[in-house]
T-cell receptor
Framework: DAGITQSPRHKVTETGTPVTLRCHQTENHRYMYWYRQDPGHGLRLIHY???????DKGEVSDGYSVSRSKTEDFLLTLESATSSQTSVYFC?????????????FGSGTQLSVL | GDSVTQMEGPVTLSEEAFLTINCTYTATGYPSLFWYVQYPGEGLQLLLK?????DKGSNKGFEATYRKETTSFHLEKGSVQVSDSAVYFCALSSNGAGNMLTFGGGTRLMVKP
């Protein structure tokens, strides 16, 4: 199994509060991704990173920010959580970034915003 | 933009039945195509992939062929087992910087003994 750890595994929070999810990898892979999983939508890309301090937006980035200060850590922040951000969040990593490479996924974080 | 459409589930089969899960895609250029599987409570795992037209990906008895003419990548297995019960996702990545995946909505497979 790829060394990817997501924390926390479960979180319940209230509308309007900031929330930070952490993804930690031990593989030294360059590319890291945050996806959210919702019924009927599959997984949708929120943000991704192609190196330390290098990040870019994905399909559903509104309301989210990310930071990558070290190769091994990729943080996802919900600046002011809303009920529409209740979802399962998955971190993924990839060694390469040219297309066709395998992604390794973490076990997910279940976030409930009340 | 890129998109992936796969059949809605759940798909319920008896053990040893034949499985087909349909997947079609829309993309510019020549994407790579993937099937990922998600077992209950876990993250996604790569099941198989194909990176160019007419390639066949295969793994654990599952297979899928990259059909450019029909923009399809249907997943098949000749004889399913109870342990194959999971959610299956078809995905593509357009070759280029980032290796980002576009996923279909997922198809839940339930196999009964």
């Amino acid at each position: 199994d790829a060394g990817i750890t997501q924390s926390p595994r479960h979180k319940v929070t209230e509308t309007g509060t900031p929330v930070t999810l952490r993804c930690h990898q031990t593989e030294n892979h360059r590319y890291m991704y945050w996806y959210r999983q919702d019924p009927g939508h599959g997984l949708r890309l929120i943000h991704y990173s192609y190196g330390v301090k290098d990040t870019d937006k994905g399909e559903v980035s509104d309301g989210y920010s990310v930071s990558r200060s070290k190769t091994e850590d990729f943080l996802l922040t919900l600046e002011s959580a809303t009920s529409s951000q209740t979802s399962v969040y998955f971190c993924a990593i990839s060694e390469g970034g040219t297309g066709g490479e395998k992604l390794f996924f973490g076990s997910g974080t279940q976030l409930s915003v009340l | 933009g890129d998109s992936v459409t796969q059949m809605e589930g759940p798909v319920t089969l008896s053990e040893e039945a034949f499985l087909t899960i349909n997947c079609t895609y829309t993309a510019t250029g020549y994407p790579s195509l993937f099937w990922y599987v998600q077992y209950p409570g876990e993250g996604l795992q790569l099941l198989l992939k194909a990176t160019k037209a007419d390639d066949k990906g295969s793994n654990k008895g599952f297979e899928a062929t990259y059909r450019k003419e029909t923009t399809s990548f249907h997943l098949e297995k000749g004889s399913v087992q109870v342990s194959d019960s999971a959610v299956y996702f078809c995905a593509l990545s357009s070759n280029g910087a980032g290796n980002m995946l576009t996923f279909g909505g997922g198809t839940r497979l339930m196999v009964k003994p």
